[in-house]
């Protein structure tokens, strides 16, 4: 036992699943937003993230734009990216049953890939930014993760903060409870969904900033942390904010501790268990209240 | 259309496919044509309970099963597909239960059945890939050919160098398929899921045993689709985890079976050569220069088909031709305008 509490590689294993748990959680913050809060499905969330990566790669690398200017400009485009999804296919069908809304943002997925492969080619693109580590008794964490981990953790209590202070984070959290009766209480729907769909997209862009520094860019990154950034938002409880975040940190380190003992894929397959597990002993998520 | 008339265009359907063969002297249309019944089959597998409501996102993960069982049994046990196959069938089976049965039993339905069964086919696909000594990762893996020049048939491996073979085999399996299709469209099952899918608890308390026939019709689907997957490697003689397994492949299906018209008998057929044809169509007239062009018109293909032709091409058609379908074949999707009844998911 005492080795185990040792070992320095089991350690640094777990603070680099919390680091990657921080970028996990921000990913996800957007999406619970849309999922979880307004109970709009985004299946192609993680498609958006990779449009707002290759927005950001396209004007700092060919083009010279500075990277900060380059990032705002890639938040901006992901939220306009998420108002006209919303406005142009998945406003037709929001009254009809979720799944439809799930399977025609699918077909979006779809059209995003292709059109990435179309414009930018299946070769991997990388900002080529290093931000160097820092070293705490032998272990390195590089600077760009724990970014990450700050960036999600100022986000998550700034989003927090929005929807319960604000009059229109109310009106957000009350249009998902029934659609119906809020024009009837003078907020204008479409208004509600105009600022979720744009911050929601907005915070897929930011989450597209820190995934830019982090990994290479290819058209089919959203198909690889995409099903479990869904998984995430269930798992902590639609629209739980807090429940998202400890979930995020869950995944990762099942992720992080498959990884260490065994392979990566070995991690999220028990991720993935440890999911489909929990739906059924929890279906209401783990830290759900009484919606 | 009365019966009579609906039988003898069924015929001439037989007839003309049993005739295709030798109308069809090129060996690439051919191909094409056995791709079509092959994934219209599966197709038409998930379809049988997909048109209930219960979207799966999962069905990736039973054509894998299907596919890798049986390969992988031959690959390193030598055990002959014949029993290979129903091995894996039940396999699949079991799994499409026991993800099936908690979901039912706690209403776990609508979009909340599709995520859950999504990571159940991200799970398959990661395991083959983990499982790399065995089945080769994400590489793939050949089924052990026992073919030869000498030798182009081996009854014991099921494996046939002839594409005629393969063609009268798989059409074979597409018309049970479809005969599978006509038994569930005509039995009490196929009433108490319809009413089901409405409104859970009036069926129940109606006496529809809602659970049950859900497992059942979740077992019948989940061995057409494995069943097709190990055809699928038998013919290929050539998988991986990308073309049978994971989220793709699976959000492939429910797209064609849609597109088609996942409600009518030869909707999730029409799906599939819909598909196979744009896809094969984009690849010939623009080329291998331009990737990406076919999954873009395909995506946009499938946005406009869910916004205004929620019941498919060959739903759409008949609901032309035949006025006369009643209430019962409108279900579920095309509840437009109309509130969902409750949260769509109640916890237990």
Not at chain 1, 77 to 93: C, E, M, N, S, Y
Not at chain 1, 142 to 168: C, D, E, G, H, M
Not at chain 2, 306 to 329: C, E, H, K
Request: hydrophobic residues 55%; charged residues 10%.
């Amino acid at each position: 036992m005492t080795e185990i509490l040792t070992d320095p590689f089991l350690w640094e294993t777990i603070i680099q699943g919390l680091l990657f748990g921080g970028v996990l959680a921000l990913l996800s913050l957007g999406l619970n937003l849309i999922f979880g809060v307004i109970d709009v499905v985004w299946i192609c969330y993680a498609e958006l993230v990779m449009v707002g990566m290759y927005a950001i790669w396209w004007l700092y690398v060919p083009n010279g734009v500075p990277l900060p200017v380059a990032m705002l400009t890639g938040i901006l485009t992901v939220a306009l990216l998420g108002v006209i999804l919303h406005f142009v296919v998945i406003r037709p069908i929001l009254h009809t049953e979720p799944i439809n809304q799930l399977l025609v943002t699918g077909g979006v997925l779809f059209f995003l890939q292709g059109a990435a492969t179309l414009v930018f080619s299946v070769e991997f693109r990388t900002l080529g930014v290093f931000m160097g580590s820092v070293e705490v008794g032998n272990m390195m964490f590089p600077w760009t993760r724990i970014l990450a981990f700050l960036t999600s953790l100022v986000a998550v209590a700034a989003l927090w903060l929005f929807l319960k202070k604000t009059y229109i984070g109310t009106a957000i959290r009350a249009i998902s409870q029934d659609r119906e009766v809020m024009p009837l209480m003078g907020v204008s729907p479409s208004r509600i969904y105009l600022t979720t769909s744009a911050l929601g997209g907005g915070l897929a862009g930011l989450g597209a900033c820190l995934l830019a520094l982090l990994y290479d860019i290819h058209p089919a990154i959203g198909l690889s942390f995409g099903p479990l950034v869904f998984l995430i938002c269930v798992l902590g409880g639609l629209g739980n904010l807090f429940g998202g975040f400890v979930a995020a940190f869950i995944f990762a380190e099942f992720i992080a501790l498959g990884g260490y003992y065994t392979e990566v894929e070995w991690g999220y397959v028990m991720a993935f268990f440890f999911f489909i597990v929990m739906m059924f002993i929890r279906p209401q998520g783990l830290f759900s209240r009484a919606r | 259309m009365n019966s009579l008339t609906s039988n003898s265009l069924q015929a001439i359907g037989l007839a003309a496919l049993l005739a295709a063969p030798f109308v069809i002297a090129n060996d690439y249309l051919l191909h094409i044509a056995i791709m079509m019944l092959l994934w219209g089959l599966i197709y038409t597998g998930w379809a049988i309970m997909g048109r209930f409501g219960l979207v799966s996102l999962g069905h990736g993960a039973l054509v894998g099963i299907g596919a890798y069982g049986t390969t992988m049994l031959w690959n390193h046990a030598g055990i002959t597909p014949w029993i290979g196959i129903p091995v894996a069938v039940a396999v699949a089976v079991a799994v499409g239960l026991a993800i099936g049965f908690p979901c039912f039993r706690f209403r776990i339905t609508g979009h909340y059945f599709a995520l859950v069964t999504l990571a159940l086919a991200e799970v398959t696909r990661l395991m083959i890939v983990a499982m790399r000594d065995w089945t080769g990762g994400s590489l793939g893996v050949t089924p052990n050919s026992v073919l030869s020049p000498d030798n182009p048939v081996s009854l014991y491996a099921l494996q046939f160098s002839s594409r005629h073979v393969w063609f009268y085999i798989i059409l074979a399996c597409w018309v049970v398929g479809l005969i599978i299709w006509r038994a569930v469209d005509r039995s009490m099952i196929r009433y108490g899921l319809e009413a089901a899918s409405e409104q859970e608890d009036a069926a129940a308390s109606l006496g529809v045993r809602v659970t049950r026939i859900k497992l059942i019709v979740t077992a019948i689907s989940a061995a057409i689709c494995s069943f097709g997957g190990a055809l699928y490697g038998q013919y290929q003689l050539y998988i991986n985890p990308e073309t049978v397994s994971g989220i793709a492949i699976s959000l492939q299906i429910v797209f064609a079976a849609i597109a088609g018209g996942m409600f009518v008998k030869l909707g999730p057929t029409v799906g599939a050569i819909i598909t196979l044809l744009l896809a094969e169509t984009l690849r010939t007239t623009v080329g291998h220069d331009v990737h990406g062009l076919d999954v873009m018109v395909y995506g946009i293909m499938l946005v406009l088909f869910i916004i205004y032709m929620p019941r498919g091409v060959v739903g759409t058609l008949a609901a032309l031709f035949d006025s006369r379908r009643d209430a019962f074949d409108a279900p579920t999707r095309n509840k437009a305008k109309k509130r969902p009844a409750g949260s769509a998911r109640t916890p237990a």
